[in-house]
């Protein structure tokens, strides 16, 4: 995986899902989610300083990176927590003796937790860095082009890209590398992945995490919150108002990261999750 490829596919009911897995098979699971507009590529850093000790899985959610993009193709929140549920029976993850720990970024948040709190998986611990999970969420510009996706679909493939590279951009405070930020960028160029972009966003309702919000009181497993205290995207005030709703959760702000905390500040990450994954508290 030196390149960042994944190699297995699986065929879950909202479309062909990318995935890979690092690590010795044996070793406790580690399962990572990411957000968007992203794909398993945010997390190659801190997948690969945990692969010593952990059995690590990585996938690119339906619509996202390398798995499948399809006109008319649900990829809300909804359907993300099924089709994440599939893939813990697939991997053999749903036994109480290999429950995984569960790292999520971003929208991997609600769909880690509608997973779990309305569809049952069950994790041994759950890290939850910078989600989207309290309301209200969503910026001026996802809600302008969440009313009039198709008018955006229709913008030249210029203009476009100019305009993906700009809101990616935004979510890091210490800037991407050129590399990264095309890496970040090309799943969602060309004829394919231009509409698949606008499809996202449009189907990023908040009534996803409104239902089960109320829900949060009642976890009962470990829970870490991990948060850039630059985020613009995702205010640090969530995380202290996510630490205070979940019993017994901790906090961990990572100074001077933004949104894309893998990104800003990846070693002060790895070592934070690293240690949870471990059970050090």
Do not use: K, N
Request: glycine share 10%.
């Amino acid at each position: 995986m030196s390149g960042w490829e994944l190699r297995e596919t699986y065929a879950s009911s909202a479309g062909e899902v990318r995935w890979d897995a690092l690590g010795d098979p044996g070793a406790p699971p580690v399962v990572l989610l990411h957000g968007t507009p992203w794909s398993s590529y945010t997390w190659r850093g801190v997948a690969r300083a945990l692969a010593p000790r952990h059995r690590v899985f990585v996938w690119d959610m339906p619509g996202y990176g390398a798995s499948e993009q399809a006109t008319g193709q649900d990829v809300s929140l909804a359907v993300q927590g099924r089709v994440f549920g599939e893939l813990l029976a697939h991997w053999g993850l749903t036994s109480a003796d290999r429950l995984p720990t569960v790292l999520a970024h971003d929208f991997g948040g609600a769909v880690a937790l509608r997973a779990h709190l309305l569809h049952g998986a069950r994790y041994r611990r759950l890290a939850l860095v910078d989600v989207v999970a309290l309301a209200p969420w969503g910026s001026p510009f996802f809600r302008l082009v969440g009313r009039q996706p198709e008018v955006f679909e229709q913008l030249p493939a210029a203009l476009h890209r100019a305009l993906v590279r700009e809101y990616i951009s935004s979510a890091s405070h210490r800037g991407l590398h050129p590399r990264v930020l095309d890496r970040l960028t090309e799943p969602w160029l060309g004829d394919r992945g231009q509409p698949a972009f606008y499809r996202q966003i449009a189907q990023a309702d908040q009534r996803w995490t409104d239902e089960i919000e109320g829900r949060y009181a009642s976890i009962e497993l470990p829970v870490l919150v991990c948060w850039g205290t630059e985020d613009t995207w995702i205010p640090v005030d969530r995380a202290h108002r996510l630490a205070e709703t979940i019993p017994g959760a901790r906090l961990r702000l990572v100074e001077g990261a933004g949104h894309l905390v893998q990104e800003d500040a990846p070693a002060e990450l790895a070592v934070a999750l690293g240690e949870f994954a471990a059970g050090v508290r």
